[in-house]
């Protein structure tokens, strides 16, 4: 089969073996495979993450020196199976797959390993019991942005953004842009999202974003700052006064547990907005940090691979809780699934273009660029 393999931070089209479906897995013709921004990190930084990676416990991540082929990103039809198999699946049936397989009893990240190979090629494994048939209806291109999507789904869940947070997204690439989406999926009214290219502000309108700004203008927090949320310190200690003086104003009252009850509905200390960073390039965290209004929750999404830092004296005094986020757990990816196949999610702003497995190359070349594409998908029989 034809495929593309990276190699030496190079990318090339050759003809490779077929893969052979073993144990519990699925051959697919791959229909549809996407770019990931991560495929563009390791592309060049590979040894990085297999290094960091070796370090908990998972080995077998790609490194520069190896022939990859990679995508993870992917939607394919049935074609064939292995043994010890259900089988519950038609020849034909489209089919998305959390892309994991197992090799030898050991997991392999598909797309990432040479040990599973991913999604640029005619032909993919997939694990069975990892496999779910796409919903009648819905799209190929639709269908391979399951796994983007699930992974902002994840993202908007560890965020425990409500329906009445002010969310504000920081970088309108793929990530970013699935971000909007699912927040927009989940309820939430306000969706501040900030970008400097104007090509991806217009598509973070498309995705359902609320307000828009271009940091090099305008602030993207001072959108909310005649809101409930409080950008100074001494506003914040004011409230500590206004609230202790009314309560100690009436007598017999039970001042502190009125105080608890007042905190345990969310109501006792202004909050700040929920923050996600979708960038990924050193200094993005401490700028966040620096420019959040005090008790924001800062959820970062963006993959920076290299050495970064930050204030933590100005986190502490602002009291910012930062969390970071990675891929999503198969009930995620399946909601992700069945929001798109409900029209509940829209991913057709974020694909901005479709290549054939020959001009995969160029297209990493393009999305380096911020005003041309968001997400590029690859298919194999163009």
């Known amino acids: 089969m034809r495929a593309v393999v990276c190699q030496q931070s190079q990318l090339r089209t050759e003809d490779v073996p077929d893969p052979v479906p073993g144990p519990g897995q699925v051959l697919l013709e791959v229909?549809?495979?996407?770019?990931?921004?991560?495929?563009?990190?390791?592309?060049?930084?590979?040894?990085?993450?297999?290094?960091?990676?070796?370090?908990?416990?998972?080995?077998?991540?790609?490194?520069?020196?190896?022939?990859?082929?990679?995508?993870?990103?992917?939607?394919?039809?049935?074609?064939?199976?292995?043994?010890?198999?259900?089988?519950?699946?038609?020849?034909?049936?489209?089919?998305?797959?959390?892309?994991?397989?197992?090799?030898?009893?050991?997991?392999?990240?598909?797309?990432?390993?040479?040990?599973?190979?991913?999604?640029?090629?005619?032909?993919?494994?997939?694990?069975?019991?990892?496999?779910?048939?796409?919903?009648?209806?819905?799209?190929?291109?639709?269908?391979?942005?399951?796994?983007?999507?699930?992974?902002?789904?994840?993202?908007?869940?560890?965020?425990?953004?409500?329906?009445?947070?002010?969310?504000?997204?920081?970088?309108?690439?793929?990530?970013?842009?699935?971000?909007?989406?699912?927040?927009?999926?989940?309820?939430?009214?306000?969706?501040?999202?900030?970008?400097?290219?104007?090509?991806?502000?217009?598509?973070?309108?498309?995705?359902?974003?609320?307000?828009?700004?271009?940091?090099?203008?305008?602030?993207?927090?001072?959108?909310?700052?005649?809101?409930?949320?409080?950008?100074?310190?001494?506003?914040?200690?004011?409230?500590?006064?206004?609230?202790?003086?009314?309560?100690?104003?009436?007598?017999?009252?039970p001042w502190a547990k009125v105080l608890r009850a007042a905190d345990a509905a969310g109501a006792a200390v202004p909050s700040g907005p929920v923050v996600f960073e979708c960038v990924g390039v050193p200094g993005v965290i401490e700028q966040i940090v620096t420019g959040a209004p005090l008790r924001s929750r800062v959820v970062v999404v963006g993959v920076c691979m290299e050495p970064d830092t930050f204030q933590p004296a100005m986190a502490i005094n602002k009291e910012i809780d930062l969390r970071f986020v990675f891929a999503y757990d198969p009930a995620e990816f399946h909601d992700t699934l069945q929001m798109i196949a409900s029209g509940k999610v829209d991913p057709t702003p974020l694909v901005t273009g479709t290549v054939g497995l020959d001009d995969v190359a160029d297209a990493f070349e393009s999305l380096a660029s911020a005003e041309h594409h968001a997400k590029i998908l690859i298919d194999p029989t163009r």
């Open 31 to 253: 229909t549809r495979c996407g770019i990931c921004g991560s495929d563009l990190h390791m592309r060049r930084h590979a040894d990085v993450v297999a290094d960091m990676s070796e370090l908990i416990g998972l080995d077998g991540i790609m490194r520069v020196a190896d022939a990859v082929v990679m995508g993870h990103e992917f939607c394919g039809r049935v074609l064939s199976y292995g043994p010890g198999t259900r089988q519950e699946w038609r020849p034909g049936q489209l089919v998305v797959s959390l892309p994991m397989v197992r090799r030898d009893g050991r997991a392999a990240m598909t797309g990432l390993s040479a040990e599973a190979p991913g999604g640029y090629a005619e032909k993919i494994l997939v694990q069975e019991s990892l496999t779910m048939a796409v919903p009648d209806g819905v799209a190929p291109d639709a269908a391979a942005m399951t796994e983007p999507l699930a992974v902002a789904w994840h993202a908007v869940r560890r965020g425990r953004v409500g329906r009445r947070d002010t969310a504000v997204v920081i970088g309108c690439g793929p990530i970013g842009l699935a971000v909007i989406l699912m927040l927009k999926a989940r309820g939430v009214r306000t969706v501040v999202a900030s970008d400097l290219s104007a090509a991806r502000r217009e598509l973070a309108v498309r995705c359902g974003a609320d307000v828009v700004v271009d940091p090099a203008v305008d602030s993207p927090w001072a959108s909310f700052q005649q809101t409930r949320h409080v950008t100074d310190a001494r506003a914040l200690l004011d409230t500590a006064f206004d609230a202790m003086e009314k309560l100690r104003r009436i007598p017999r009252l």
